[in-house]
């Protein structure tokens, strides 16, 4: 059975959507969806009752109701707690599903015996409209011991950190859990969970909508700095984390996460105060500290985009530099390359 995990608050404009998107999953298998109620102050859980009230499917739904609003971190761990299948899915509220998505996933987790988990990848609607970077032709790739999956699902192309590109075998999870009263609560669970398995797949295809929107977590500008601030302290955490098993690999998906911290902080963040400085240079000492060692001849491309990058760093080139667009969009462009080539 595979239990399919929905926290859920503030999304009465996009929880029925959501739900229709899962009832109309072509999986023909034993599927249970836990409704994790976070205290939504709207009309989001009268929706879900309606919807409820009218739907006759095989789908077996629970909802559950936390005593105190949470987070969508504790909301996900409450689901996990509760959930009898063997496979776990998490999926937001005020994102939807190709029907075709949990038959894909299942049909990859089916292929061999000791898969632990699918890893699959997404498409971006809503305010903004974006394609998967990499090759997506459905195919399906085993990869074992642990030390082959680091080095492929860190760096994989469709591979993300995002909790709800794919599904979990439960007892893989074990213990694992989100971190509560984090805005980026996915990075270190990614990570984690990585660094535990010994066996995946990986699918080359989209099995995710993902919705952009104004309001949401990662889509409130309002909470820059608080975001910037979490992601260090998780970057941090897993800095120490860090073992000799594919050691370099993990070093390079903590490295790139900061690069584009860095990025963001320079081009989408106008705050001058001192808060917006300090994360920058907390940024840079951990950039200069953690250099991978990335051989041009195992990837010119990434071993190129990491050199650029690097080489802005150094030089203390700023935004307003004629040199900034051009080595940045270089540096990017060879990111790009890379991951396409794989």
Known sequence: MVSVIIPIYGVEDYIEECLASLAAQTYTGPVECILVDDCSPDNSMQLVARFLDAYSGPIRFRTVRRERNGGLSAARNTGTDLARGRWIWFV??????????????????????????????????????????????????????????????????????TAWSRIVRRDALADLRFRP???????????????????????????YNYRIRKGSIMGDNTRFNARTRDMLVTMLRMERLVDGEARDAQLFWIHAHLIDLDTHQRWHN?????????????????LRRMRPRISPLHSPALWLSVALMQAELRSGITMSHPLFRPIHRAAKMCWKLNKNRC
Not at 185 to 199: A, G, I, N, Q, T
């Open 181 to 207: 009263g984090m805005l980026v609560e996915d990075e270190e669970w990614h990570f984690r969970l990585v660094r535990s398995l010994s066996c995946v797949a990986i699918c080359r295809a989209s099995v």
């Open 270 to 286: 106008s705050d001058s105060r001192p808060s917006r400085i300090r994360h920058l240079q907390a940024i840079r000492l951990l």
């Open 92 to 161: 937001d509220s005020d994102d939807t599903l190709p029907p075709d998505a949990l038959r894909t996933l299942m049909a990859a987790a089916t292929s061999a015996p000791d898969v632990s988990a699918v890893f699959a990848t997404y498409t971006c609607f809503g305010d903004a409209t974006g394609s998967p970077v990499g090759r997506l032709d459905g195919s399906v790739e085993i990869v074992r011991g642990s030390k082959d999956v680091r080095l492929r699902v860190l760096n994989h192309p469709v591979t993300t950190v």
